[in-house]
């Protein structure tokens, strides 16, 4: 499968409305003997241009599912599909095609180089691209713009607060223009004020590029700003809900 083909389908997921699709995805870890069962059947829809949250308790399977829709991992069995492609059936070389150009990812300890300066971390995404250096540094500039660090482009990251290296980590993510940001706890390291700011950040990305946000978090400011919200537990979905019934849902999080 050639790059150029390798998102045919995607005028025919846009009409189903779904950007990413599990089906009975089951990951099993083996040590030895020893079997862990970290995903157990998980199925569900994420549609296009949605804000979705994903919680559950520490080894419920959350950061397994998670990893499985942003193809950073492939199940054991079950299919998960991104713009009807199954990752699973993508060789490491298209893998790393999908993941480059179709999800920015966001991680709740940032994960910069903190030898490069702001610019030159968003620039990174980028230049594995192959955009030209001139290009990508004016498309930095914009995305640093958008979220409120174009003057700050030139410092590395030590010399900016925890809110603000997360606003150059959800700039790279936003780097190659991905139609999926994938959010690893990105309020986990912030305090509350500035984990508010990020919230409603991602809320106006998305409704400014369309962009389809999934985060896995135990926030609740950002529930309340999702779409739709997932519980695992014990490898499986046991509920979703919408922001609408959150009121009536907050008290039974644990």
């Not at 993508?90 to 300066?117: H, T």
């Not at 990105?186 to 509350?192: A, C, E, I, Q, Y």
């Not at 700011?197 to 369309?210: A, D, M, V």
């Amino acid at each position: 499968m050639s790059n150029s083909d390798l998102f045919a389908a995607e005028g025919a997921a846009d009409k189903h409305g779904y950007v990413i699709r599990a089906v009975d995805v089951k990951k099993v870890y083996r040590m030895g003997d020893s079997e862990t069962h970290a995903l157990r059947g998980a199925t569900l829809d994420i549609h296009r241009g949605e804000y979705m949250s994903i919680m559950g308790p520490s080894g419920s399977g959350k950061s397994t599912f998670f990893n499985m829709v942003g193809g950073l991992d492939k199940p054991t069995s079950g299919k998960v599909y991104m713009d009807q492609v199954d990752i699973a059936q993508l060789d490491p070389y298209e893998l790393a095609w999908l993941r480059c150009r179709k999800v920015g990812y966001i991680f709740q300890s940032f994960n910069l180089i903190q030898v490069m300066s702001c610019l030159e971390n968003v620039t990174l995404p980028m230049s594995f691209a192959g955009m030209d250096d001139e290009e990508a540094r004016e498309k930095a500039l914009g995305i640093l713009e958008r979220v409120g660090l174009k003057d700050r482009a030139l410092h590395k990251p030590a010399e900016m607060s925890g809110g603000q290296q997360q606003r150059v980590a959800i700039a790279r993510a936003l780097a190659n223009t991905p139609d999926i940001l994938l959010a690893d706890e990105p309020t986990g390291n912030l305090d509350l004020r500035t984990g508010e700011e990020i919230i409603n950040l991602f809320s106006q990305l998305r409704k400014e590029l369309g962009v389809t946000i999934i985060t896995a978090t135990h926030d609740l400011k950002m529930l309340k700003a999702s779409d739709r919200i997932v519980w695992i537990e014990d490898g499986l979905i046991t509920r979703v809900t919408t922001a609408d019934a959150l009121d009536i849902q907050v008290q039974e999080i644990h």
